[in-house]
């Protein structure tokens, strides 16, 4: 069964793809939100969302007043990168493992690159003196 994608990851996908066939140019001026929210049948809000996670990667750039641009070419050293960590122990235990996997879900969908740290923690069994 496959996963359903969410509705502004599929904006996030169009912009994406459309600025690397170069039929969105650098400082060209993006749709509003408006116009997207018609093309792709979605709220305002989620198109907001969208633009957001774009803003982030430095794909688009907001300009109050204006509108939202396509960003010129970045170098990668100016690319800022988000980052999440996640430490926990006993992850054999029932709940832990799901949490965690939903939790990396989320996060990797909001644009952030994620980390598990788990400590190496003898088995409870194995913990004869």
């Known amino acids: 069964m496959s996963e359903k994608i969410p509705k502004y990851i599929e904006l ?6 459309k600025v ?3 039929e969105l140019k650098p400082n060209q001026k993006l749709y509003s939100e408006n116009e997207l929210s018609e093309m792709f049948s979605m709220s305002r809000q989620t198109v907001r969302h969208g633009i957001s996670k774009l803003e982030q990667q430095g794909i688009v750039e907001r300009k109050q007043g204006s509108g939202t641009y396509i960003c010129g070419r970045k170098s990668t050293n100016n690319t800022k990168t988000m980052r999440i960590a996640i430490v926990t122990t ?3 235990c029932y709940i832990f493992p799901k949490v965690i996997k939903d939790a990396e879900k989320v996060i990797s969908e909001a644009g952030y690159i994620t980390k598990l740290h788990l400590p190496i923690i003898p088995l409870r069994g194995n913990l004869q003196s």
Not at 12 to 17: A, D, I, S
């Open 90 to 92: 006993y992850v054999d």
């Open 12 to 17: 996030v996908n169009w912009v994406k793809e």
């Open 20 to 22: 690397e066939s170069r």
